[in-house]
C-alpha cells in the first residue's frame, strides 16, 4: 500500500462537518463506522499510548477506519502526509495488522490523529469566519430600503410631493391666531415646565382639561375604527429587537429609539442580543409582529387592527426642530391601524386605510390635505405612503397628522409573515399596511388650533363632547 493510493486532499472554503473523516470532533457527535466520532478520538489515543498490538487493531475496528487505512472508504479525506504510508509492505490491508508492522500502524494512527485535531481546529476558525460573513451580509441586506411603487411621484424632499387634495375650508378667524403652545399654556392643559422637571426636553404634562380631551381622543377614535371593523387589541410598550427588525426600525434607525437597561431576560437569554427590550416607537411594530413567523391560510386576509400605545422615539435628527409644544414629542400617544393583505388586494386596502384615517379628521370637521410622498421623501420600508397634513391656522401650515403606508412584502420578509392562496399552494409572503388613525397629541394640536376663539377659549368639536360630558367649550380655570 503506497503513499500515493490513500493520500487525499481536503479543499474548498468551507466543510460541511458531516463530512468529514474519521476522528474529527463535530459539534453534533455524528457517527463513524457505528462509533461517535469523539469516542472515536478518545479510542485511538488510547490504543497509541498503549502500543499494544491487539489494543491497536481493536481500535481500529471498533473505529471503523479499516476502509480507511485501505483507501476504499469514505475517509480518505484524512489520510496524512508520512513517511510512514510508503513504508508498508504490498498487499492488503491485513498486513497493517499483523503484529510486525505494528511500528508502522502507530506512525498512522498518530498521524490521524494529529490531523484530525488539526482539521478539527480549521474547520471550527473556517466555521466561525463564515458566521462573521453571514452576518455582516445579512446587516447590508438589512440597510437596503423597499422600492417606491409606480405610482409614486420622483422628487428630492417634502417639496416635490404630490398634493392629491383637500378636505374642508380653512377656518375664518377675525383675530391673530395663537400657536397651540401659547393657548395651551393660557389654559393651563399645558405644562411643559413640570415636564422638563421630571423627564427633560420634550416631554410635556397634560393637565385638567388636557388630559381630558387626550382620553377622550383615544375612546373616540378606537369607537370609530372598531366600529368599521378594526380588530382592538392593546400591547405592550416594550418590545424586543427581533421586532423592530422585522418592521424595519432595526437596523437602521436605533439611535431614534430608547433602549432598555435592564435585567428583564431570562439568564439563558441574557447573550441574545435579539431579545434587547426597546420602548416602542409606533404600535406598528408590536401589532405587525403579532404575527411573525406566522402563516395565513386561505380566506384568513385581509386582517385589520386597530391599537392604542404610547410611543417613544428620540428623535435624533431632530434637533432644533418643533422645540416648542406638542409636535416634536419624545413620548407621546397615538392610534395606529394595521392590515395584513394578498399582494393582489393591498392597494385597494391602502385607499381603504387612507380613508378610515380621513374618515378621523371629517368626523372632527378639521380642514386638511392629502398628499403622496415623493421618492425622496418616502420612508425606508414603504413602497408608497399618503401623509395626511392638517391645517394649523397659528402656525399658517399644514402639518402631518398621519401617515398611511404601503410596504408590500418589506415587512413580511424580515418578520417572516405568511399566506397560503389556496388550500396546498406553497406559503408567499403577503402584504403589510399601516396608518396613524391618529397621532392623538397632534389632533389635540388641531383642534386648539382650528376652534380657538378670539377670547382664548376652545370650542369642543360636537363629536367629542358625549366623551367629555357634553362640555361645548373650554376656557382658563
Not at 38 to 59: F, G, M, P, Q
Not at 100 to 113: F, M, R, S
Not at 439 to 445: E, F, K
Request: aromatic residues 8%.
Amino acid at each position: 500500500m503506497k503513499l500515493s493510493a490513500l493520500r487525499a486532499v481536503a479543499v474548498g472554503a468551507m466543510l460541511s462537518v458531516s463530512t468529514i473523516a474519521g476522528i474529527a470532533i463535530a459539534a453534533d457527535n455524528p457517527m463513524v463506522g457505528g462509533a461517535p466520532m469523539y469516542d472515536t478520538k478518545n479510542i485511538i489515543e488510547n490504543a497509541v499510548n498503549s502500543a499494544d498490538h491487539t489494543t491497536l487493531v481493536a481500535a481500529v475496528q471498533a473505529a471503523g477506519l479499516v476502509e480507511t487505512l485501505s483507501g476504499a472508504g469514505p475517509f480518505t479525506v484524512l489520510a496524512p502526509t508520512n513517511a510512514a504510508f510508503d513504508a508498508l509492505p504490498a498487499g492488503t490491508v491485513e498486513n497493517l495488522l499483523k503484529p510486525e508492522n505494528k511500528d508502522t500502524l502507530v506512525k498512522i494512527l498518530t498521524c490521524h490523529v494529529i490531523a484530525a485535531k488539526a482539521l478539527s481546529t480549521d474547520i471550527k476558525t473556517r466555521e466561525a469566519a463564515f458566521t462573521a460573513l453571514e452576518a455582516r451580509c445579512e446587516a447590508e441586506l438589512l440597510g437596503i430600503p423597499n422600492a417606491p411603487h409606480a405610482s409614486v411621484p420622483d422628487g428630492a424632499g417634502e417639496h416635490d410631493n404630490r398634493v392629491e387634495g383637500t378636505w374642508g375650508a380653512k377656518p375664518v378667524l377675525d383675530f391673530a391666531p395663537k400657536e397651540h403652545h401659547d393657548l395651551g399654556v393660557a389654559l393651563g392643559i399645558f405644562d411643559f415646565e413640570a415636564g422638563g422637571k421630571i423627564s427633560g426636553a420634550r416631554f410635556t404634562v397634560l393637565r385638567g382639561w388636557g388630559a381630558r380631551l387626550t382620553r377622550a381622543l383615544m375612546n373616540y377614535m378606537l369607537d370609530l375604527h372598531t366600529g368599521a371593523g378594526y380588530a382592538e387589541v392593546w400591547p405592550p410598550a416594550m418590545v424586543r429587537r427581533s421586532a423592530l427588525r422585522g418592521t424595519g426600525q432595526l437596523p437602521k434607525f436605533e439611535a431614534d429609539l430608547f433602549a432598555i437597561k435592564g435585567a428583564l431576560v431570562e439568564d439563558d437569554q441574557a447573550s441574545d442580543r435579539d431579545h434587547d427590550l426597546f420602548l416602542s416607537p409606533t404600535a406598528e411594530v408590536q401589532v405587525t409582529n403579532l404575527y411573525a413567523d406566522h402563516i395565513f391560510e386561505p380566506g384568513e386576509l385581509p386582517k385589520r387592527f386597530c391599537a392604542y400605545a404610547p410611543c417613544f422615539r428620540a428623535e435624533a435628527g431632530a434637533y432644533g426642530k418643533d422645540t416648542r409644544g406638542l409636535i416634536r414629542q419624545h413620548q407621546f400617544d397615538k392610534v395606529e391601524l394595521v392590515k395584513f393583505a394578498a399582494p393582489e388586494d393591498s392597494y385597494a386596502e391602502l385607499e381603504s386605510l387612507r380613508g378610515q384615517a380621513e374618515a378621523m379628521l371629517q368626523g372632527l370637521d378639521l380642514h386638511y390635505r392629502v398628499v403622496t410622498l415623493c421618492t425622496g421623501d418616502l420612508g425606508f420600508g414603504s413602497a408608497k405612503t399618503y401623509d395626511l397634513e392638517v391645517w394649523l391656522p397659528g402656525q399658517d401650515a399644514y402639518r402631518e397628522i398621519s401617515s398611511c403606508s404601503n410596504f408590500e412584502a418589506f415587512q413580511a420578509r424580515r418578520a417572516k409573515i405568511r399566506y397560503r392562496p389556496a388550500v396546498g399552494d406553497k406559503p408567499r409572503a403577503c402584504h403589510t399596511l399601516n396608518g396613524s388613525g391618529i397621532a392623538i397629541g397632534r389632533t389635540l394640536v388641531a383642534i386648539l388650533e382650528q376652534y380657538q376663539q378670539a377670547d382664548g377659549s376652545v370650542i369642543v368639536p360636537p363629536a367629542l363632547r358625549p366623551y367629555v360630558g357634553g362640555v361645548e367649550r373650554i376656557t382658563a380655570a
